[in-house]
Every structure is written in C-alpha cells, then in structure tokens.
C-alpha cells in the first residue's frame, strides 16, 4: 500500500525554482514531522527539510535560504518550494515521515518513504 506520493519534479535551469509535493495518508500525516531527503548516485541521502506536526520548519544548510518546506494539515500534503536552483541540487528527492524531537533533530521512520521524484537542473 502506496502511504506517501511525490509529485512536481522536473527539469529546470539553474537559478529556476520547482515545487515539489507529497500527498500522505492521513492517519501518517496527522501524527508524523515530514521531511525531504535526497540521494545523488554515490553518495549518502542527504536530509534536506523537515517539518514537525506544529509546522516548524528546518533546513539543511546547502539549502538555506533557497528551500523552503510547508505542511497542509488540510489536505495531508507537505511541499518543498525550491528556488535559485543549482545544477547540483540535480538528484531524486524523496518523502519521508517520521518524528523530530525539541532539539530539533529528525528521526526517519524507514517504512514510510515515497517512491522518489527526480529534479534535474541544467548549467
């Protein structure tokens, strides 16, 4: 059973934005912070954003003022609005639920992940 589904990537220039989406099941959105991860080949996934259930939102600092992450709590959905892209933001982001503590770090729950959506961006 499909729990998490991106959506929004796509092939931009550098410096374009994209918006990319994912759609939960309630009962995981409702009870889980909700992050994006990324994985270029050969190298290790990369947490880029995460969300707690409050809607704080944290950023990885590669991304910094160029990413941003929101939840809707009406429509189990959380994006990543990504702007001023590099070509090496080039990868497949995915989504991911799990839990972020108060010292704001975020624990992945390796059973909910989302089939990956792929983000090119050209030079």
């Known amino acids: 059973q499909v729990q998490l589904v991106e959506s929004g990537g796509g092939l931009v220039q550098a410096g374009g934005s994209l918006r990319l989406s994912c759609a939960a099941s309630?009962?995981?959105?409702?009870?889980?912070?909700m992050a994006w991860y990324r994985r270029a080949p050969g190298k290790q996934r990369e947490l880029v954003a995460f969300?707690?259930?409050?809607?704080?939102?944290i950023n990885a600092d590669s991304v910094k003022g160029r990413f941003t992450i929101s939840r809707d709590n009406a429509k189990n959905t959380v994006s990543l609005q990504m702007n001023s892209l590099k070509p090496e933001d080039t990868t497949v982001y995915y989504c991911?639920?799990?839990?972020?503590?108060?010292?704001?770090?975020?624990?992945?729950?390796?059973?909910?992940w989302g089939q990956g959506t792929q983000v090119t961006v050209s030079s």
């Open positions: 969300i707690t259930t409050g809607g704080r939102p």
């Open positions: 309630e009962s995981i959105f409702s009870s889980n912070a």
């Open positions: 991911n639920a799990g839990v972020a503590d108060s010292l704001g770090r975020y624990y992945r729950a390796n059973n909910y």
